[in-house]
């Protein structure tokens, strides 16, 4: 199995893995690009490692059916590559030497260009991402944590208020907003370090090449996550 810390994605591949979660190769309610960054970067953010079984299935659908792929290649390509995101989003956010001020240079939250009246706000699906990520975070955690204040202050910033607040309609502004989550999220992973939680593990990912392309078989667990049988999963008539 060829490890995942050498197979970071290419430009080519990340352009490619943003028009496969659109596509209709993937279950309607995958999460898009923007939702899935921002999604990846509260699972990576988490004070304690969230197995890939317990996040993974959420990126193709936001309830509990049956998701579906076109095909066995498609869902096999699907997942090296959303694993590989995730992977290189542990290794840019996790960042140590980063620029003066201590951010990570190689990351930053990533959102899609707004020009329609009709547009979410920019930030707005990789914010409601980053909030289905948190669910997932372990209800324990606040236990495991001296002092949850520089946590509670820093998802506060990420998360916003309790309170609502009217959207920002400048566009610098709701930018500036995004980028400052992104901090947020850097010094949240870097919190946790520094208290000696356990930092999360990269996965190791085979490329969807060869035999992979076929899907597994119809009687071993389904890829995708769902605890299910292939058979009855992706791999359904």
Known sequence: MTTAQSMPLTEEELEQLE?????DEVPADCMNMEMLDGYLAAIVASPLPIPVEDWLPAVWTADEGEVGFGSGASLQKAIELVLRYYNDLIEMIGDEEGDEEGEAEGWQPFCYAQGGDDDPAIGEEWSNG??????MWPSEWPDKVSDTSIAEALLETILGPEEEVAVQPDTEAQLAELEEKGFAVQHLYQNWRALGLPAPEQVAVSAATGAAKSGPGRNEPCPCGSGKKYKKCCGAD
Do not use: H, I, K, T
């Open 130 to 135: 980053f909030e289905q990520g948190f669910e």
């Open 19 to 23: 028009e496969l979660l659109v596509s």
